[in-house]
């Protein structure tokens, strides 16, 4: 049969196993422990999953080095980004945090090279040196100068957040040469993006946003190759930042819908956008899908649409910013994003506040998380907040 195609793996991938198990649902597992078929077999599942593989006949054992229910969701993650395995986390900074461990284990250097904007608190992991690395920050067209011999990783986002620049992964994978990329594929989603087909070594999730889609999961995943799975499981272990299987049951759920939903919010954030570069009221727009939005020619060729965030600047610059956020009614002023219901908020005030102020995006940035509101409603609240000033 051919390989099926992204939105049929959306809606199969991960029940591979339901059939023989005898159900049609994918079963939620809440065990924390599980009985040790024998004591040598248990054994040697054990001596599996501390080498960061699955278990053997032996068993789980525990539920911190293999969960049914969390694998499923990894085993369908892993098909969409079409990686040989992920691991998931309890949010997508223990899948960042893990990730970099994992990288600066493997090759021993604590050097890490990373492109702005990134999202907010992967900046401030980053810059913090909390986990005993140092950072270059560098313009994405000099990422090869900025490699070092002892750089263990480079970490990359695209589209950037909050202003949506498109970074070429390709020519960072190639600029970056034996050391690993790190691509940060949570604006994008596997539906209009695959970094690793792109040559990037990982890719992560903060699947708390589209990948969950529903506002009610905190979760992160990251993806790669059976070595780079084998290194990251056995860190998640030693750190413990699992996911909880219902966390993992209501992604898994919500995956079959991921395509849909991703489309109809990316035609929704089409129309706000083209709408905002139109308003007096308004003075730039940032999308990647606008006239400029895209000067590398990045869209068709890296990325399958523009995305379903927008961001804006008022006339009026910040002073106008707190007005606009306390105005709207049907988007909520909120951080987070990627959900059915649309949210707004001004990136320096909230997910990038935590950065020094020259590092943070400008002030008069509103960031839009676009839903699967009617259009029209979205706009009409808009209009309306943008004119209550
Ligand atoms: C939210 C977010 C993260 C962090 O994920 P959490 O699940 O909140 O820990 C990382 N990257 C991007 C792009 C995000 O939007």
């Known amino acids: 049969m051919n390989p099926l195609r992204p939105d049929t793996q959306a809606v199969h991938a991960g029940r591979e196993d339901l059939t023989a198990l005898g159900v049609h649902a994918p079963p939620l597992d809440l065990s924390s422990t599980y009985p040790l078929a024998s004591f040598d077999a248990g054994g040697e599942s054990l001596d599996s999953l501390l080498a960061g593989g699955g278990p053997t006949a032996g068993?789980?054992?525990?539920?911190?080095?293999?969960?049914?229910?969390?694998?499923?969701?990894?085993?369908?993650?892993?098909?969409?980004?079409?990686?040989?395995?992920?691991?998931?986390?309890?949010?997508?900074?223990?899948?960042?945090?893990?990730?970099?461990?994992?990288?600066?284990?493997?090759?021993?250097?604590?050097?890490?090279?990373?492109?702005?904007?990134?999202?907010?608190?992967?900046?401030?992991?980053?810059?913090?040196?909390?986990?005993?690395?140092?950072?270059?920050?560098?313009?994405?067209?000099?990422?090869?100068?900025?490699?070092?011999?002892?750089?263990?990783?480079?970490?990359?986002?695209?589209?950037?957040?909050?202003?949506?620049?498109?970074?070429?992964?390709?020519?960072?994978?190639?600029?970056?040469?034996?050391?690993?990329?790190?691509?940060?594929?949570?604006?994008?989603?596997?539906?209009?993006?695959?970094?690793?087909?792109?040559?990037?070594?990982?890719?992560?999730?903060?699947?708390?946003?589209?990948?969950?889609?529903?506002?009610?999961?905190?979760?992160?995943?990251?993806?790669?190759?059976?070595?780079?799975?084998?290194?990251?499981?056995?860190?998640?272990?030693?750190?413990?930042?699992?996911?909880?299987?219902?966390?993992?049951?209501?992604?898994?759920?919500?995956?079959?819908?991921?395509?849909?939903?991703?489309?109809a919010a990316q035609a929704g954030a089409s129309e706000v956008a083209a709408w905002l570069a139109g308003h007096e009221l308004v003075a730039q727009v940032h999308y990647p899908g606008l006239p400029g939005g895209d000067p590398e020619g990045l869209l068709g060729r890296q990325m399958r649409g523009p995305g379903a965030m927008v961001a804006f600047r008022a006339t009026g610059g910040a002073a106008a910013v707190p007005a606009i956020a306390e105005s709207v009614r049907l988007f909520t002023h909120a951080v987070s994003l990627g959900g059915v219901d649309s949210l707004l908020e001004a990136p320096a005030a909230f997910t990038h506040r935590m950065l020094q102020v020259a590092d943070q995006p400008d002030a008069d940035v509103v960031r839009l998380s676009i839903g699967l509101e009617d259009p029209e409603d979205l706009i009409a609240d808009l209009d309306q907040a943008l004119r209550s000033r």
């Open 59 to 263: 068993g789980n054992v525990y539920s911190r080095a293999w969960n049914p229910t969390v694998a499923r969701f990894e085993r369908a993650l892993a098909t969409l980004e079409h990686a040989d395995g992920a691991v998931a986390f309890a949010s997508g900074m223990a899948a960042t945090t893990a990730s970099l461990m994992a990288a600066v284990m493997r090759s021993g250097g604590r050097h890490i090279v990373a492109v702005r904007p990134l999202y907010g608190g992967t900046d401030a992991l980053l810059d913090s040196g909390a986990l005993g690395t140092t950072v270059t920050w560098c313009e994405a067209k000099s990422v090869g100068d900025a490699v070092q011999a002892d750089t263990a990783l480079v970490v990359i986002e695209s589209p950037g957040n909050p202003t949506l620049e498109l970074v070429d992964i390709g020519a960072v994978v190639e600029a970056a040469g034996e050391v690993p990329v790190l691509v940060d594929n949570t604006f994008a989603t596997p539906v209009l993006q695959n970094p690793l087909d792109l040559g990037a070594a990982l890719v992560v999730h903060s699947a708390t946003k589209y990948l969950g889609g529903h506002g009610d999961v905190l979760a992160g995943v990251v993806a790669g190759s059976t070595q780079w799975v084998e290194a990251i499981r056995p860190v998640r272990a030693l750190t413990g930042g699992v996911l909880h299987p219902f966390a993992a049951y209501l992604l898994h759920r919500g995956l079959p819908t991921l395509p849909v939903r991703v489309r």
